[in-house]
């Protein structure tokens, strides 16, 4: 299995910047790529980026997509979300989340970190 520790959430006005970090560890070999969801009070899950594990190559949500930058340090098995210019909408509590080379998720969920952007 894959545990995960996600950190660097807090509280920041409209227009801030926060980086979360999700360091991994035990079976990191099985990586395939590393996930970002996050999840707003009483809605769904949902995918914000994602990290190829060995190319480094990154994908984003619109909504998200010029404003937000993944990248990882494979030698600290550590992926980063580096977020910029936030707004209220970002609010929510986000996730990492390792995949496997069959687009599965590996492991469970963190716990995840609370990123809260006031207006």
């Known amino acids: 299995q894959v545990q995960l520790v996600e950190s660097g959430g807090g509280l920041v006005q409209t227009g801030g910047s926060l980086r979360l970090s999700c360091e991994a560890s035990g079976r990191t070999f099985s990586i395939y790529a590393m996930r970002w969801f996050r999840q707003a009070p009483g809605k769904e899950r949902v995918f914000v980026g994602s990290?190829?594990?060995?190319?480094?190559?990154?994908n984003y949500a619109d909504s998200v997509k010029g404003r937000f930058t993944i990248s990882r340090d494979n030698a600290k098995n550590t992926v980063y979300l580096q977020m910029n210019s936030l707004k209220p909408e970002d609010t929510a509590v986000y996730y990492c989340a390792p995949m496997g080379n069959d687009g599965s998720r590996i492991g469970s969920w963190g716990q995840g970190t609370q990123v809260t952007v006031s207006s």
């Open positions: 990290i190829m594990w060995g190319s480094g190559n990154t």
